[in-house]
């Protein structure tokens, strides 16, 4: 298959030829227009190539992705989402029912039909179209619920157009439909991790099953839990084609403390695990903005994880780490000691080093950046020079090897069927490349009470559990984490406290990293005398002037950040209003529960 396009961003010499063949609605009510230029275009297989990666701007952009967890349980940040404050979000708020890119791939769909070009080559492009028209609805879907299902264009006068939304049922079948059609016909072969193949649609199959399976088990009040099991048996094995026949496999380069963050820093993406990229190239001035979103106290939005997500990271021995004697009151110097490796490859810690002009230097965290003490490092690279604006060159992953893993092991084991060789075909193997050393060749048989307490009060089996530990853990920060606690049914986890590490002394500085310097100190009254490098925090109950103090410290000495503003989940929020403005201009299209007033 003849390429053009070496990434799925946008050229400038694709996009100028699109710009004249191809016209997309932004609303299910704009006038649609035809274009003039069709032989140009359906006649030749440049011509076809060159609309075909007009479909990749409905991908993620690397800023995109890098926001992806803007909104989690586990994280802290710079103030609360306007949707978990009561009163704060409603129709009039609500965005995201655009339909740009919906006609420009159903005009293709309808029009590759040139007898010229060669029936495998056709519904090659084809197939294309549909696996970009299913991440399209599959978006739509998690968001709205029922949505329209457009298979066609459409003119002005088409009374379609102003439809009512058609069940999700239908909606997730024709999402599947597009995607079989993909992997039965797309012919791509790709190193570079920026193009579509076969193997990326039965990738993104089983995201599309296993969050439709388990939404609905979990909400039974859709009346849907019949299709259940059928949903996950069609993810296990589209899951399972990534698996035997991809020739991917987890990047272990570099050892158990390197590997992992490997996937995220790296300029041209690990193609032996990553099967799609947002990619930088510095020759075509293609860059991302990761540092400056994640080091920045003003530009970002000062992600931290919490605490309580943080104890869920393992000893390095396969064992609970709340399990430790004295936990709660361990100091985040010793508390980070002896994990799993991915946290040090997650957070700032320990010896943890940054290039600042032409040294390398000691970071610990930062409190003019972090409100818990555990700063993420993990979509970063380690250079200040590219702390601001869109410097970054790393590509940045949008769908892994190990997420095809976790989604085959969640999809088993609620089906029942997950076995021991299926645990160390996955979590096992997920864990090995951790570098945790016990646990990883059978699958476990104890519940974890943390787990259960703090996060999946009803859930008892002990390896779904754990495959729900994994998946936090491993796909953390990569946008992955709302869409599973709605698919879960567990919103209020979106309730937690915003918790931050153990403080054993106010006024005391403490040293994070252990290199002899103290980095912070906590105090209700500034001290007289400061120690130089310092970062002094106050935790004291209001500041200066008489406003309440959003970093405080808790009864049990844990920081907290934002305690005073607040957040309350309701379920009207596992759905997004239909924003007002289309409401109006369509009326038949309703409004998801609990949003109509």
Known sequence: MFHIKATHIKL???????????VSCKKLDQVPKDTATNSAVFGSINGLQLYANSFYDILPTAGDAVRGDAMADYAARTSVPDFLRPGAFGPRQSSGWSWSGLRNINYFIENCTNPSISLDQRQHFIGLARFFRAWFYFDKLKRFGDVPWIGKTMKVDDPALYNGRDKRTLVVDSILADLDYAGLHINTT????????????????????????????????????????GLLNQGVTAAQKVMNEGGFSLNTAGGTDKAYRQLFTSQAPVASEVILAAISDPALGIFNDSNWYWTSATYGDRLSFIRTFVNTYLNIDGTPFTDKPGYKTMPFAQ?????????????????????????????????????????????TQDD????????????????????????????????????????????????RRAGITGNTATKPVIADKYLQANYFPAISDPSLLEIRRERGIELAFEGFRFNDIVRWKRGELMDQTWNGFYVPALDVPLDLNEDGKPDVCFYTTLPANQVSGVTYVSVAATLTGG???????????????????????????????????????????????????
Request: net charge positive; with cysteine.
């Open 384 to 431: 200040a020079s590219m702390d601001g604006g869109s410097r970054n060159t790393n590509s940045i992953p949008l769908m892994r090897y190990a997420e095809v893993l976790l989604n085959y092991a969640e999809a088993k084991a609620e089906l029942g069927t997950f076995t021991d060789a299926d645990w160390n075909l996955t979590i096992g193997a997920l864990r």
């Open 190 to 229: 790709d190193n570079t991790r920026s193009l579509i193949t076969k193997y990326t649609a039965y990738a993104f199959k089983s995201r599309v099953c296993l969050f439709e399976g388990t939404f609905r088990k979990y909400h039974d009040e859709y009346g849907l839990q019949a299709s259940v099991d």
């Open 335 to 379: 508390e980070v000691k002896g994990r799993d490796m991915r946290l040090q490859q997650t957070i700032r810690m320990g010896n943890y080093t940054r290039l600042n002009g032409a040294t390398q230097q000691a970071a610990p965290p930062v409190f003019s950046y972090t409100y818990t003490g555990y700063q993420p490092i993990k979509l």
């Open 12 to 22: 400038a010499i694709a996009m100028l030829f699109a710009s004249l063949i191809i």
């Open 547 to 597: 406003t309440a103090n959003p970093q405080r410290l808790s009864s049990d000495n844990e920081l907290t950040w934002l305690t005073t503003v607040q957040r309350k989940w309701d379920n009207k929020f596992y759905l997004y209003p239909i924003p007002e403005t289309d409401r109006l201009q369509n009326p038949k299209l309703g409004q998801n529960p609990g949003w109509e007033q």
